[in-house]
């Protein structure tokens, strides 16, 4: 039993704490059907807090909730910056339903081949956050890494009215893109991605590829040729009428972060260039639970060699200090 001396102290704490504005983190999860497929949203952050910013932060293909909250470490960034962390799933596929893919155009799984309308998921996923939360809707961001990424841009292109700002990690656009305005972009890539290539050529596979390597009998993944991220990145400037020229803005160790010069001031473009990076969250740790359980296992090494090591630049916050400079 807890004692009165205690009981005075818990409260005492409770109060200082409303008193004193100190964000009370919480985690929910939203049990939302879409289009017939149970796909649940993780929430973390101060739930009770009035005009909270969101970032929806998108897991991979063949990736879920779990390993990009792992991945990208926003749960604690979203409690010291004050945002909500917004973790959709994608479309189950698969024997067992656990191979979630977003469909982004040209890309992924089942997703792609039963032509879901993803944008429309976020939608209705931001509709509800505005009913169950005091959101500011003005304030609505997206990251994401490899498909993940790409639905982020697809986002961009198709929720512009919603979306102010996206950071895609490792992952590029790969459909038509019509957006009513202009959104800023933040592209986060390394140039040694062999998944998604940092120049256009062949890419794609690297899921499959690791699969075999553990002795798994997968079909052979079919590479394709991908527009890479300089040159999406361009076009993406282009669209939203910036110049062709462009600055740097930083440069530590292996990161170069390129701005497009002349663009309106809610189309931003920046491009971080990570030499010698691969397919991975920068600054963060790998999505494979086996790397966290036992990081120098033969499975979290084959994982590291197919994807490469993880860089140093802290790219979830630096994205966040991009998003708080753009709103809608």
Not at 141 to 149: D, E, L, P, V
Not at 167 to 174: D, F, H, I, M, R
Not at 273 to 302: M, Q, Y
Request: glycine letters at 12%; one cysteine or more.
């Amino acid at each position: 039993m807890i004692g009165v001396t205690r009981w005075a102290a818990v409260a005492a704490a409770i109060v200082l704490g409303l008193c004193s504005g100190i964000a009370t983190a919480g985690t929910e999860t939203i049990d939302l059907a879409f289009a017939g497929d149970e796909r649940p949203v993780r929430v973390h952050g101060d739930l009770a807090a009035k005009g909270r910013p969101v970032v929806f932060v998108i897991h991979g293909g063949g990736g879920n909730i779990e390993g990009v909250v792992r991945e990208s470490g926003m749960d604690a960034l979203a409690d010291e910056k004050g945002f909500l962390a917004v973790y959709p799933s994608g479309v189950p596929g698969g024997a067992n339903g656990t191979n979630l893919t977003w469909n982004t155009g040209e890309c992924c799984g089942a997703a792609k081949e039963r032509n879901s309308d993803d944008p429309a998921y976020f939608s209705a996923v931001i509709d509800e956050l505005a009913r169950r939360y005091t959101i500011d809707e003005t304030r609505v961001y997206a990251t994401g890494i490899s498909n993940g990424a790409m639905m982020s841009y697809r986002l961009a292109c198709e929720l512009s009215t919603r979306i102010a700002a996206v950071a895609p990690v490792s992952g590029v656009l790969n459909a038509p893109c019509e957006p009513a305005m202009p959104v800023a972009i933040l592209h986060i890539h390394g140039t040694a991605d062999r998944c998604a290539t940092y120049r256009s050529g062949s890419c794609g596979g690297c899921f499959n590829e690791f699969l075999q390597a553990l002795g798994v009998k997968v079909p052979q993944g079919s590479n394709q040729i991908c527009v890479g991220a300089e040159e999406s990145v361009a076009q993406w400037a282009a669209r939203n009428g910036c110049a062709a020229s462009r600055e740097v803005v930083y440069e530590k160790g292996a990161t170069t972060c390129l701005r497009y010069q002349g663009c309106p001031s809610a189309g931003t473009v920046e491009l971080c260039r990570i030499e010698g990076g691969g397919h991975t969250w920068a600054g963060g740790v790998h999505s494979l639970k086996a790397c966290t359980d036992d990081p120098n296992g033969r499975v979290c090494r084959l994982w590291e060699a197919i994807v490469g090591k993880i860089p140093d630049f802290p790219a979830s916050a630096e994205m966040w200090e991009f998003f708080a400079r753009h709103a809608r």
